[in-house]
């Protein structure tokens, strides 16, 4: 298949292009169909294997009953940008109004790429954290930008204050920020959201912050970058209910932030997916509304998960960085002999019965030999699945 200038571009920002220029499957496609195919554990692809909660999924299915199965309103259903204005004020304080500055998307994912799409134009740079969400660097290159980034180092996986500095400058449009960070489980301290408000300003920048893990958080709490004095003007906030209630396939996302954003990114938006999920919208709106208990033991669960997976992992050999945020954990395999964990990952099954993603393929390839040895492991499993990858993986340092 050819593919026309644009599209080239975006393939090879998210690395799709294999050394001809035809297309190629990414590593996730192909470590989620060798988990299937061999029938391994996958704790590559970030999915839960559980259900989420129950009054959010009777919510859906009574909206269908109620024939709420036709297009949405383009800015979304009022009862879930209500929900989310209150979301907003209940857990950080913010009041965004729900009629001009909330807008619902096709999960976190269109949010970012409209907000890309409408911010930016040839030449403008777009700086974002290494290794980062792979569809960012597939939507800078479709926009024409130029992609900056700053590197995040093992075992903390925090950037350098003057690194940053250096990469945002006069002709940076949009600083993206992840946090919680997919895929290396850190969250970003008060002294780096700082700096990127104040840098933000100095250089005339816009802050787009993907923040669909904010309440897998263990042992801290959510800093939105939008709470800070000066931030709110120029921060679009993303998130979305996939990741908090289990239900990633319904694809309901939401982007908050100042009106005059919003309307333009909401002109781009319209002509991506236009609306979406009206059923589900209801049903996330109710998810919104639970009780503190509810978002506590979300948390709370998933750090035994992570504890388990962790603890696992270190008994095989690897050495593990602890993850303070999302549903991933990185581990080293360099300890085991595994220099290159690419190379790990595909011959995981085999070895252990066990999928996971090489973090090489989050970074740029010039910076691919710094993250060469390290690897992704997703803990959103059930415990009898996580404690069977635990027992498979030990065999790794026999």
Partial sequence: MELSGAWQRAARGAMLLAADGTLKPTIFAEMSALATSTGAINLGQGFPDEDGPAEVLEAARQAITDGMNQYPPGLGFPVLREAISRHQHRFYGLTPDPD????????ATEALAAAILALVETG??????????????????????????????APLFQPD???????????????????????????????????????????????????VYEHLTFGRVHLPIATLPGAWDRTVTVSSGGKTFSTTGWKVGWMTGPSELLQVILAVKQFLTYVNAAPFQPAIAVGLGLPDEFFRGVASVLQGKRDLLSAGLRHAGFSVSESQGSYFVVADAAPLGFADAAGLCRRLPEL??????????????????????????????????LERASAQLAGLSR
């Fill in 352 to 385: 252990a019965g066990v999928v996971a993603v090489p973090m090489s393929a989050f970074v740029t390839d010039e910076h691919k030999s710094d993250y060469a040895s390290l690897v992704r492991f997703a803990f959103c499993k059930r415990v009898d699945v």
């Fill in 100 to 107: 001009r500055e909330v807008i619902v998307t096709a999960g």
């Fill in 124 to 153: 403008d740079e777009v700086v974002t954290f290494e290794p980062f969400y792979d569809s960012y660097a597939a939507m800078i290159a479709l926009s024409g930008a130029v992609h900056r980034t700053v590197a995040l180092r």
């Fill in 161 to 211: 204050h003057d690194e940053l500095r250096r990469a945002v400058t006069d002709r940076t449009r949009i600083i993206l920020v992840n946090n919680p960070h997919n895929p290396t489980g850190a969250m970003m301290d008060l002294e780096t959201l700082e700096l990127i408000v104040e840098l933000a300003h100095r250089h005339d920048a816009v802050i787009v912050t993907d923040e």
